[in-house]
Antibody
């Protein structure tokens, strides 16, 4: 069965770099078509897509945050990572990782399995 | 970037009532996905590819639409349907979510 779990620092100060880890099981990021995305949600607000990484190491970023985001993976350990540089209070949110699968050109893309989320607070 | 506008923002429905949630895209998209999020929980895939129910979703739910207009319909509201529902488009980068519709029980 597919599971994902996020981990992070909990709290950090403005201007620091946020490092998040997504540890997953039930699939491999070295398998054709597999991908992992990061999505965040400030408390009481909506969802915002941040980045995707694919089995072939293709990477996509939210243009509004692109200069601050770096997504990567470690296929041997079934992990995906997201770094956000120069954080400020607006980055306070619950961060989710989720699986996405490419079935082919004529098939829809969607995030099917999500982690429980990790809450991150940016505060001085 | 495609902006998704969901309506209504909040609504209350009585048990047994038919409910329709809407998602309007600023440009045409090929399909729409829907997620259900209950308080304190992660979003759950609910409908994918416009009209396909995710595993375990009751068949009182349905999805429809095309182009810029999509909807999620509950044929008969039940208490367990209380949640916030988000639409998500992934047919055009960057992926974007709607602002959500909070569905309450009357």
């Amino acid at each position: 069965q597919v599971t994902l779990k996020e981990s992070g620092p909990g709290i950090l100060q403005p201007s620091q770099t946020l490092s998040l880890t997504c540890t997953f099981s039930g699939f491999s990021l070295s398998t054709y078509g597999m991908g992992v995305g990061w999505i965040r949600q400030p408390s009481g607000k909506g969802l915002e897509w941040l980045a995707n990484i694919w089995w072939d190491d293709d990477k996509y970023y939210n243009p509004s945050l692109k200069n601050r985001l770096t997504i990567s993976k470690d296929t041997s350990n079934n992990q995906a990572f997201l770094k956000i540089t120069n954080v400020d209070t607006a980055d306070t949110a619950t961060y989710y990782c989720a699986r996405i699968t490419y079935y082919g050109y004529n098939y829809p893309l969607y995030f099917d399995y999500w982690g429980q989320g990790v809450m991150v607070t940016v505060s001085s | 970037e495609i902006v998704l506008t969901q309506s209504p923002t909040t609504m209350a429905a009585s048990p047994g009532e038919k409910v329709t949630l809407n998602c309007l895209a600023s440009s045409s998209v090929s399909y729409m996905n829907w997620y259900q999020q209950k308080s304190g929980a992660s979003p759950k895939l609910w409908i994918y590819g416009t009209s396909n129910l995710a595993s375990g979703v009751p068949n009182r739910f349905s999805g429809s639409g095309s182009g810029t207009s999509y909807s999620l319909t509950i044929s008969s509201m039940e208490a367990e349907d209380v949640a916030t529902y988000y639409c998500l488009q992934l047919s055009s980068y960057p992926p974007t979510f709607g602002g959500g519709t909070k569905l309450e029980l009357k």
